[in-house]
């Protein structure tokens, strides 16, 4: 399993049977962002809300790729008027693909609206995503969101993923000292930040967030990723490593 940052909220998941899921593929609007959006050609996209910094180049890759977009209800709509493939679903509800890969979607506390048409355009919930890979091993894209009671008595207690995909932004999301007690309510081995230092106004120094979870969060390693980089797990179960390559 490999997870690769493509910076903001971007990520690359390629499972252990090479199923390659892109979430929230803000590419080409983000200086940051170093992977040329031509080289991305996913099997599936999720998109967590409609903003456009989560939509970023979605039409355009799932135009190019024949990926089926996965997000909800409202959004599927708009994306199946642009004659493009999209499956919509809503808080609680899971997909199989190919009876192999389960996605859920859960809640977000945060907004929707479709913001980069003419006028903003209705888009549902804002959400998450927990991925449940061929392993059984699961990672939580947390989306855009603040801090909510359900991480702990539903994505924690329920779910208990083993890799979060965490905001620290603040402003628009969590900050550092929320998104760290998120991961403690989690309770996942892994914590990788996303949401922070693409504009100036979401700048947040990783390590600052890397202290707070170990003052709060026993036994959670943080790893940030840079845009580019990749977190790997070992395929075989009970045989694990953490790298980080590029
Ligand atoms: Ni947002
Ligand atoms: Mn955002």
């Given amino acids: 399993m ?4 493509l910076g903001h909220s971007a990520f690359m998941i390629i499972s252990e ?6 979430i929230d593929p803000f590419i080409s609007g983000n200086e940051l962002s170093n992977t040329p959006v031509e080289e ?4 599936i996209i999720l998109v967590t809300h409609g903003h456009s910094d989560h939509f970023g180049d979605t039409l355009d890759i799932a135009h190019n790729s024949g990926a089926t977009v996965i997000c909800c209800h409202e959004i599927a709509t708009f994306i199946q008027k642009q004659g493009l493939n999209s499956v919509g679903m809503n808080i609680g ?9 389960n996605i859920t979607m859960v809640f977000a506390e945060h907004s929707s609206g479709i913001d980069f048409t003419e006028e903003i355009e209705e888009g549902g919930v804002a959400a998450g ?9 699961k990672i939580y894209h947390a989306g855009d969101t603040a801090l909510f009671s359900d991480m702990k008595t539903v994505i924690g207690d329920i779910y208990q993923p083993d890799i979060a995909l965490l905001p620290i932004g603040d402003k628009y999301t969590m900050g550092v000292e929320d998104a760290a007690i998120a991961t403690s309510w989690l309770g996942s081995r892994i914590v990788i930040p996303m949401h922070y230092n693409t504009f100036p106004e979401i700048e947040q120094d990783p390590e600052v967030f890397a202290q707070y979870v170990d003052e709060v969060s026993l036994g959670t390693v943080t790893m940030p990723l840079q845009p580019g980089e990749s977190y790997t797990e070992e395929y075989e179960p009970g045989d694990e490593y953490e790298s980080i390559d590029e």
């Fill in 93 to 101: 509800g899971s997909i199989s693909i190919n009876d192999l890969v």
């Fill in 2 to 5: 490999k997870i690769k940052y």
């Fill in 129 to 137: 995503f927990i991925i449940t890979l061929e392993s059984g091993k």
């Fill in 17 to 22: 049977e090479g199923l390659k899921i892109l």
């Fill in 40 to 43: 991305l050609n996913p099997d």
